[in-house]
């Protein structure tokens, strides 16, 4: 598969390196797109790989839901290997039915009856800004500094917030499909967790990682290339401590995943500009006090 410069920056993420990364993004150091594939023609993507995508359509057989981008999709996601991506759509057939509840009401824009008690201990959902909705790729923000983990999953079951994070992934995953079609461009989603503030003692729930654990997998093979990288920002020494905790509940693949940056690389390499990213990011945009990224834990 070779080794892009994103992989390179993802493996340098880790460990010993931490300290390395302080000056990348600088003047000197410019920061790096979050993926190659972000913007790319999706006709010249899909015409790349019509044989696999007609092989793919030919064992997998019809499904009102793959369409030519969900399957060019399944694609890309396994690096072009044709017998992982079938095993992926085969396993999102499965999960399809497991969870056709809850993507019935991401589809129907109606809400999950955990939403409103999640959401008062866990501080994550969509960025709308005010010019990115509709021009900008989705992004989806995790706010650690103001969530507790531990107060979440004493009054949720593990099961009950991976159907959250499944059904809000299942929203923005609508909406970069539709956004891909419009444009003609591939559509990624941004993905932020902002660490700002974040404590490692009501951080530190098993329960918790369990269940993005769960959603994580469930999305890979529901939403294929929603994201490719899951950026962290605004953190500190301590998330190595975190990470090592994290690490044996998660996917290899999906920590493979993990990028570290400041708010200003973000803003350089997210597609999206500081006039329409929120204040905390970096940006320009103050939170509004209706959307999900206001919430306060205290």
Request: charged share 20%; glycine share 8%.
């Amino acid at each position: 598969k070779g080794s892009s410069p994103c992989k390179s920056l993802v493996r340098a993420s880790f460990g010993v390196a931490f300290k390395s990364m302080a000056g990348y993004g600088s003047a000197q150091v410019p920061a790096l797109p979050l993926d190659n594939l972000v913007g790319r023609s999706l006709k010249e993507l899909l015409d790349e790989h019509r044989t696999a995508i007609n092989s793919l359509r030919e064992s997998l057989g019809t499904d009102p839901f793959e369409d030519d981008q969900i399957l060019l999709r399944y694609l890309l996601a396994e690096y072009g290997n044709l017998e992982e991506a079938e095993a992926k759509a085969r396993q999102g057939r499965e999960a399809r039915q497991k969870y056709a509840r809850v993507l019935d009401l991401a589809r129907a824009h109606a809400q999950l009856p955990q939403e409103k008690i999640i959401r008062e201990s866990l501080c994550y959902g969509r960025w709308t800004g005010p010019s990115a909705a509709g021009t900008m790729p989705p992004m989806i923000v995790t706010r650690s500094g103001r969530s507790n983990a531990q107060a979440l999953m004493e009054n949720s079951s593990v099961e009950e917030v991976a159907e959250f994070l499944i059904w809000e992934r299942a929203r923005v995953f609508q909406e970069l499909h539709q956004m891909s079609q419009q444009s003609g461009q591939l559509v990624i989603m941004v993905s932020v967790n902002d660490l700002d503030g974040a404590s490692i003692i009501t951080g530190r729930e098993p329960k918790f990682f369990e269940a993005v654990k769960v959603s994580s997998e469930v999305g890979a093979v529901l939403f294929p290339l929603c994201t490719r990288k899951h950026v962290m920002v605004n953190s500190g020494f301590w998330i190595q401590g975190l990470y090592k905790l994290a690490s044996n509940f998660m996917p290899q693949r999906v920590l493979d995943k993990v990028a570290f940056m400041s708010c200003e690389e973000l803003v350089a390499s997210c597609g999206i500009p500081a006039s329409s990213l929120p204040d905390f990011l970096g940006g320009q945009c103050p939170v509004p006090a209706d959307s999900p990224l206001a919430s306060r834990v205290g």
